[in-house]
């Protein structure tokens, strides 16, 4: 079955007792047994819940994984992974990082004797130097947030074969349409499906899609036992979402590459970051590993000013100022300020996450209306 057809059929089947072609909202917190222990399958919907189980399926489908996991978040997904891990246990995670992650990580993980280190992936042999025998996960985000930095992902997993350690990767920004993790040797995908998989910004929610059965149902246990799933009413926006998803991410990324190019020639932005344009540095690798270059695109001034990026963000009309991004409208957020404040602002520099990056989530709009607002808010004729 081709990627447009999962997304619609990929793990569903008609609700058998009516012959619903969608799956219904089963609002329930429990299920009848027919003797102590007797059950259909479901007996509490912390453990399983038809309508987030249909989710489930159709994550597990798309993303070519065994077993599919739904959250109330994104950040409760990756809450999920961290607790496979041990005390003194120890985490590669690439250093361009939603900030989010990394407060995660640093704030709450690391006070449970966790271990964290930060590198650029740019470059695999960067991973291998600090690799440990206690190294038990690899952490990986492509493109990364905000810089829109890529990670080859067959390389990360060609250099741990063998070894007792994970790799998981946050596919959020690419989606299953673009890059499939788990064909590349992945253990782990995770994303924030808030974003694109629900597409319309009204849903909080994040998944996981593990490998194999085996790690999937530890993944399971951690689900049950920490009881942070998603209830079945975002389980069905979720999974209506995701019937759209090829149709929404061919548009975001030719809208992307049209914003990009023009961003590229505008004579007030010092540096576009976008994997679709061949100045991105790793423009081979997304050709490569991604189908599409995505609607996620970052830019710099010429003044270095951060002034003129707020400027610019408070002229915007048809753009949205807003958290989050993935959504069929175009937003547009200022990292250092906005979703990237918990990062210390030593490390956001040494990083290159200026206070003058604009990060644009490019919706499905008319490309052309999409134009004319950037070229009124940057106040040119350009």
């Given at each position: 079955?081709?990627?447009?057809?999962?997304?619609?059929?990929?793990?569903?089947?008609?609700?058998?007792?009516?012959?619903?072609?969608?799956?219904?909202?089963?609002?329930?917190?429990?299920?009848?047994?027919?003797?102590?222990?007797?059950?259909?399958?479901?007996?509490?919907?912390?453990?399983?819940?038809?309508?987030?189980?249909?989710?489930?399926?159709?994550?597990?489908?798309?993303?070519?994984?065994?077993?599919?996991?739904?959250?109330?978040?994104?950040?409760?997904?990756?809450?999920?992974?961290?607790?496979?891990?041990?005390?003194?246990?120890?985490?590669?995670?690439?250093?361009?990082?939603?900030?989010?992650?990394?407060?995660?990580?640093?704030?709450?993980?690391?006070?449970?004797?966790?271990?964290?280190?930060?590198?650029s992936f740019d470059d695999v042999s960067k991973i291998a130097d600090v690799i440990t025998n206690e190294t038990k996960?690899?952490?990986?985000?492509?493109?990364?947030?905000?810089?829109?930095?890529?990670?080859?992902?067959?390389?990360?997993?060609?250099?741990?074969?063998?070894?007792?350690?994970?790799?998981?990767?946050?596919?959020?920004?690419?989606?299953?349409?673009?890059?499939?993790?788990?064909?590349?040797?992945?253990?782990?995908?995770?994303?924030?499906?808030?974003?694109?998989?629900?597409?319309?910004?009204?849903?909080?929610?994040?998944?996981?899609?593990?490998?194999?059965?085996?790690?999937?149902?530890?993944?399971?246990?951690?689900?049950?036992?920490?009881?942070?799933?998603?209830?079945?009413?975002?389980?069905?926006?979720?999974?209506?979402?995701?019937?759209?998803?090829?149709?929404?991410?061919?548009?975001?990324?030719?809208?992307?590459?049209?914003?990009?190019?023009?961003?590229?020639?505008?004579?007030?932005?010092?540096?576009?970051?976008?994997?679709?344009?061949?100045?991105?540095?790793?423009?081979?690798?997304?050709?490569?590993?991604m189908r599409e270059p995505g609607g996620m695109v970052s830019f710099t001034f010429k003044s270095g000013k951060k002034?003129?990026?707020?400027?610019?963000?408070?002229?915007?009309?048809?753009?949205?100022?807003?958290?989050?991004?993935?959504?069929?409208?175009?937003?547009?957020?200022?990292?250092?300020?906005?979703?990237?404040?918990?990062?210390?602002a030593e490390l956001r520099a040494e990083l290159g996450i200026t206070d003058d990056l604009v990060r644009l989530s490019?919706?499905?709009?008319?490309?052309?209306?999409?134009?004319?607002?950037?070229?009124?808010?940057?106040?040119?004729?350009?």
């Amino acid at each position: 079955m081709n990627f447009n057809t999962k997304v619609i059929h990929g793990g569903q089947q008609h609700e058998p007792a009516t012959g619903a072609v969608n799956v219904p909202v089963f609002l329930t917190s429990t299920f009848a047994q027919k003797s102590p222990g007797v059950h259909s399958g479901y007996e509490y919907s912390r453990a399983a819940n038809p309508t987030r189980q249909a989710l489930e399926d159709s994550l597990a489908s798309i993303e070519n994984g065994a077993k599919g996991l739904a959250f109330g978040s994104g950040l409760a997904a990756i809450d999920c992974v961290l607790k496979l891990l041990n005390p003194g246990d120890e985490v590669v995670a690439v250093d361009d990082l939603y900030g989010g992650s990394y407060r995660m990580f640093t704030k709450l993980f690391q006070k449970y004797q966790l271990k964290f280190t930060f590198v650029s992936f740019d470059d695999v042999s960067k991973i291998a130097d600090v690799i440990t025998n206690e190294t038990k996960l690899i952490w990986l985000e492509t493109p990364t947030n905000p810089l829109m930095k890529l990670v080859d992902i067959k390389a990360v997993t060609e250099l741990v074969k063998g070894k007792d350690i994970l790799v998981a990767v946050d596919n959020t920004f690419a989606t299953p349409y673009i890059q499939r993790p788990i064909d590349l040797g992945t253990d782990i995908v995770m994303h924030s499906a808030t974003k694109y998989l629900g597409g319309h910004s009204d849903v909080i929610a994040g998944a996981l899609i593990a490998k194999n059965e085996e790690l999937g149902e530890k993944l399971h246990f951690i689900q049950f036992a920490s009881g942070g799933i998603l209830g079945p009413h975002d389980s069905y926006l979720v999974l209506r979402g995701i019937k759209t998803l090829a149709l929404r991410m061919q548009r975001h990324s030719e809208n992307g590459l049209e914003v990009a190019k023009y961003l590229q020639n505008h004579p007030a932005v010092e540096k576009v970051y976008y994997p679709g344009l061949e100045s991105h540095p790793q423009y081979d690798l997304a050709a490569k590993q991604m189908r599409e270059p995505g609607g996620m695109v970052s830019f710099t001034f010429k003044s270095g000013k951060k002034e003129d990026a707020i400027k610019f963000l408070e002229n915007l009309k048809v753009f949205t100022l807003a958290e989050s991004l993935g959504g069929v409208e175009s937003l547009a957020n200022h990292p250092t300020l906005m979703t990237h404040a918990s990062i210390p602002a030593e490390l956001r520099a040494e990083l290159g996450i200026t206070d003058d990056l604009v990060r644009l989530s490019v919706g499905i709009e008319d490309k052309e209306d999409l134009i004319d607002d950037l070229k009124q808010a940057f106040g040119s004729e350009h």
